[in-house]
């Protein structure tokens, strides 16, 4: 299968489902939420195009964040795991040639940062970030340490969940997404302002990748499955009436 | 009961949070890493139209510059042809990637494109569009990515009869999706995240 056309616009995203942008006890967003209504417009020429990112833009290790900060011969600190899963759109078809960028903390919580100040160590054999290109069927796999939790200065005692950010292009820009990933069974989830967002626990299991002894390597790396849903984009049967709906 | 709809849902969105750079513009961070930071650079090659510059500062419900936003523009070609694998209109301008990506400067948070003067695209209805660049903000206190357009204040004609433009309500807020002539081929497009100068953003 390779890109199929498909220019009947995409489908409107669900805002009663998606985080609002003024959501106070998360402290930054009550300066940075626009107050007025979005303009609501059927999505053109510019937004169901987006960029191509080929393969051949893909090195060697940029999927494994165990080697691809560490010197020869070493690795980086910390729970060694595997995340994998596929890109899909609403209609659950697999989404190719999607490219996710990662970025997280090491295992102690400590971000590679110049404006991060936690005093937990940096680990001079993790980066912090890896990208990969989905498959023809939408796959995706990298390797990585498991994060660590990590204060942050919003309430009093604010920590983050475990959690590996995720940035993803479709074949849209409209399709863009930015969001994070986090780990069954953390305790910090359901105390977390930016996990708090979200609007029903549904949203938050959606983001909440599964330990997945399936995809475990004995001996190795226990694997984590998250799969990323994009917008859907309709076919083009009724493409030339008016508004394109 | 009725047949069932099974659709999956869109998978919610998060803020970038504070350290977006780390994944997305690691050497900016002081990360070494793909060669360079992608997005940097539009232009693979001499491009067809018009160089121009976009400058602009993100700013927050209180007049404070963004020092931790990321930008992303899109935009089609001189000839309104996009670099992408879905134009089926004909083939884009080899040399102009059409997709960029800043971080702003450290200290003042201005980000800066090198780009071209889009050409017109035309809406679903055929109708042509003004010349605009689609351009997308996410930083810490964002919870889903912001969407706006950028217009050129020196396309008046085009603005004036523009499907998008024509279609705002409160039209004195058009200024605010107009990028300003300052000095030769540079345009300033500030944006203004909430209060009186809020940029329109979009539900697209």
Redesign the interface.
């Known amino acids: 299968m390779s890109?199929i056309?498909?220019?009947g616009?995409?489908v409107?995203?669900?805002?009663d489902?998606?985080?609002?942008?003024l959501?106070p006890p998360?402290k930054?967003?009550?300066?940075?939420?626009?107050?007025?209504a979005?303009?609501?417009?059927?999505?053109?020429?510019?937004?169901?195009?987006?960029?191509?990112?080929g393969h051949n833009?893909i090195?060697e290790l940029?999927n494994d964040l165990i080697l691809?900060?560490a010197q020869p011969g070493e690795s980086a600190i910390g729970p060694r795991i595997i995340v994998h899963g596929r890109v899909?759109?609403?209609?659950?078809r697999g989404v190719p040639?999607a490219l996710l960028?990662?970025?997280q903390a090491n295992a102690g919580g400590r971000?590679?940062?110049?404006?991060?100040s936690y005093q937990a160590a940096l680990d001079p054999n993790f980066?912090?970030?890896g990208?990969t290109i989905t498959a023809e069927d939408g796959s995706y796999e990298f390797r990585t340490i498991q994060p660590g939790p990590y204060p942050w200065p919003n309430g009093m005692n604010d920590w983050r969940p475990a959690h590996i950010?995720f940035?993803v292009f479709g074949?849209?820009?409209?399709q863009?997404?930015?969001?994070?990933m986090y780990f069954e069974g953390d305790p910090h989830i359901k105390l977390c302002p930016?996990?708090g967002?979200?609007k029903s626990q549904?949203?938050v299991d959606?983001?909440t990748a599964p330990l997945d002894m399936h995809r475990t390597v004995p001996m190795d790396s226990r694997a984590y499955k998250f799969d990323?849903?994009?917008?859907?984009q309709r076919q083009t049967y009724f493409e030339n009436r008016?508004?394109?709906l | 009961m009725v047949q069932k709809l099974e659709y999956l849902k869109e998978s919610p969105s998060q803020t970038a949070g504070p350290y977006v750079h780390i994944g997305c513009t690691p050497n900016f961070t002081g990360i070494e890493a793909y060669g360079g930071d992608l997005g940097a650079t539009m232009k693979t090659g001499p491009v067809k139209g018009t160089e121009i510059t976009v400058k602009g500062t993100v700013y927050d419900g209180m007049g404070m510059p963004l020092r931790d936003a990321m930008i992303e523009i899109w935009q089609a070609d001189s000839n309104g042809l996009f670099a992408s694998a879905n134009e089926t209109r004909g083939d884009a301008d080899p040399n102009f990637t059409g997709w960029g990506r800043s971080a702003g400067d450290m200290n003042t948070g201005e980000f800066t494109f090198e780009t071209i003067k889009p050409g017109s695209v035309p809406f679903p209805d055929g109708r042509p569009q003004a010349p605009h660049i689609t351009a997308w903000i996410v930083a810490r206190g964002i919870n889903i990515g912001l969407h706006t357009r950028i217009y050129f204040e020196d396309e008046a004609e085009a603005n004036a009869i523009d499907p998008i433009l024509t279609r705002i309500e409160h039209q004195n807020r058009i200024p605010t999706l107009l990028a300003k002539p300052e000095g030769e081929g540079v345009y300033r497009f500030d944006i203004h995240l909430q209060g009186p100068l809020e940029t329109v953003f979009f539900d697209i």
């Open positions: 890109l056309k498909q220019t616009g995409f409107p995203r669900d805002r489902w998606q985080p609002d942008a959501t998360y930054t967003s009550l300066k940075r939420s626009p107050q007025a979005l303009l609501s417009f059927p999505t053109t020429l510019s937004e169901e195009t987006s960029p191509v990112f833009l090195g940029d691809n900060h899909l759109d609403e209609m659950g040639g960028e990662v970025w971000y590679r940062h110049k404006k991060e980066g912090g970030c990208r950010h940035s074949h849209g820009f409209a863009r997404l930015i969001t994070q930016i996990v967002v979200l549904e949203a959606a983001l990323i849903v994009l917008r859907g008016k508004e394109g």
